[in-house]
């Protein structure tokens, strides 16, 4: 398609050269494909662009019930004690934790009956690597 695209190219700019005008630019905006397109050109079959699909989006709720069911199955049915999770999310001193990424964080905790912890910054890590200001 390339080929096809620097040939198409060269003849438009052959005829705006006989013209006067100057040489015609492509806006480049997605590579090839968006050449091709802006060009007018057909792909050959079966050489179309796989496109961003198929996209999954997976509920909440779907991946609930999927870990309650694995939880039951593994360890509630045989009667073995629950693992817990629990978090620690380092973050950059500037970096940002959005309100919502944070529910996310609590409520998956919550779900594995964990706890979780934000650590910011250097100051914090070096804080962090001693027990003596954690309260449990």
């Known amino acids: 398609m390339e080929a096809r695209i620097k040939a198409?190219?060269?003849?438009?700019?052959?005829?705006?050269?006989?013209k006067g005008q100057p040489a015609r630019v492509l806006e480049q905006r997605?590579?090839?494909?968006?050449?091709?397109?802006?060009?007018?050109?057909k792909?050959?079959?079966?050489t179309n662009h796989p496109g961003?699909?198929?996209s999954h989006e997976i509920k909440d709720s779907?991946?609930?019930?999927?870990f309650r069911t694995l939880i039951d199955e593994l360890y509630e049915n045989d009667e073995k004690p629950v693992p817990?999770?629990?978090?620690?999310?380092?973050?950059?001193?500037?970096?940002?934790l959005r309100k919502e990424w944070k529910i996310q964080l609590d409520k998956y905790v919550k779900f594995?009956?964990?706890?979780?912890?934000?650590?910011?910054?250097?100051?914090?890590i070096q804080s962090a690597?001693?027990?003596?200001?954690?309260?449990?």
């Not at 997605?30 to 802006?38: F, L, P, Q, R, W």
């Not at 779907?62 to 999927?66: C, R, T």
């Not at 964990?114 to 100051?123: A, H, L, Q, S």
């Not at 690597?129 to 449990?136: A, D, E, G, L, Y």
């Open 8 to 18: 198409e190219m060269a003849k438009i700019n052959a005829e705006r050269k006989k």
């Open 30 to 41: 997605h590579g090839v494909y968006s050449n091709a397109n802006e060009l007018g050109l």
């Open 43 to 46: 792909w050959p079959k079966g």
């Open 52 to 54: 961003h699909k198929p």
């Open 62 to 66: 779907d991946v609930s019930k999927y």
């Open 84 to 96: 817990s999770v629990n978090v620690v999310l380092f973050l950059a001193g500037d970096e940002e």
């Open 112 to 124: 594995f009956r964990g706890k979780n912890r934000v650590i910011r910054g250097e100051d914090e």
């Open 129 to 136: 690597r001693s027990s003596k200001n954690t309260k449990n």
